[in-house]
């Protein structure tokens, strides 16, 4: 599903950099988050934004930043990366809608980051 | 806490068996459950939700309150079901957070 895309797709940078992932859709979707994949621990949530004007801490926050440019647009940064930051780092959408169950979460691409 | 457990990092099994994907919770309220599915090369996606109850590429999940679990199914195998398959919960109705299992591999061999 090429609605939600994520740049760059890989990036090896070394410790101490400042880094921002992208990450954009054409959904149509209020909804956005980061997520970070790795081996043995699942996805767990970073960042998520409920509009433009609505961001809120996920389960690991720290040492990550995000902004939410416009609707359409999330993006994650990593002041000072680390090495354990290393991971696959994926953001996803949702509608917000009326209903009051969860709605389906769509995912991008992935991101690989490699902190050296 | 909130928590989902997935116990197994690798199921392997061959064409034609049964598969079962386990997936335990804890949360004291009335949670939703899902089971999202990544398969090689592709994103991350819904497969199905309690909710919904319906059967998707002939697996199945009933949510267990009793025993917190919400396991996946299939009776017959397919090599195409190879892939990453990740229990998610959705605690709070509407929030659209998210917390995932570990995540489990379903290997299945010809």
């Known amino acids: 599903d090429a609605d939600v895309t994520q740049t760059p797709r890989n990036r090896i940078t070394k410790t101490g950099k400042r880094i921002m992932l992208e990450c954009s859709q054409t959904?149509?979707?209020?909804?956005m988050y980061w997520y970070r994949q790795d081996p043995g621990l699942g996805l767990r949530l970073i960042y998520y934004?409920?509009?433009?004007?609505?961001?809120n801490k996920g389960e690991i926050s720290d040492g990550y930043s995000v902004s939410r440019q416009a609707q359409a647009k999330f993006s994650l940064s990593l002041e000072s990366a680390i090495p354990n930051q290393t991971a696959l780092y994926f953001c996803?959408?949702?509608?917000?809608?009326?209903?009051?169950?969860?709605?389906?979460?769509?995912f991008g691409p992935g991101t690989r980051l490699t902190v050296t | 806490a909130q928590r989902v457990t997935q116990p197994e990092k690798l199921l392997s099994v061959f064409k034609g068996a049964p598969v079962e994907l386990k997936c335990n919770y804890s949360?004291?309220?009335?949670?939703?459950l899902f089971w999202y599915v990544q398969y090689s090369r592709q994103r991350l996606q819904l497969l199905l939700r309690?909710?919904s109850r319906e059967s998707i590429k002939g697996f199945t999940a009933d949510l267990n309150k009793g025993e917190t679990s919400f396991h996946l199914k299939k009776p017959f195998a397919q090599e195409e079901d190879s892939a990453m398959y990740y229990c998610?919960?959705?605690?709070?109705?509407?929030?659209?957070?998210?917390?995932f299992g570990q995540g489990t591999t379903l290997q299945v061999k010809p």
């Open positions: 998610a919960l959705s605690a709070t109705s509407n929030t659209g957070k998210l917390i």
């Open positions: 309690h909710i």
């Open positions: 934004s409920f509009d433009v004007k609505d961001i």
């Open positions: 949360y004291s309220g009335s949670p939703e």
């Open positions: 959904k149509g979707h209020d909804r």
């Open positions: 996803a959408t949702s509608d917000s809608g009326q209903g009051i169950h969860t709605y389906e979460q769509y």
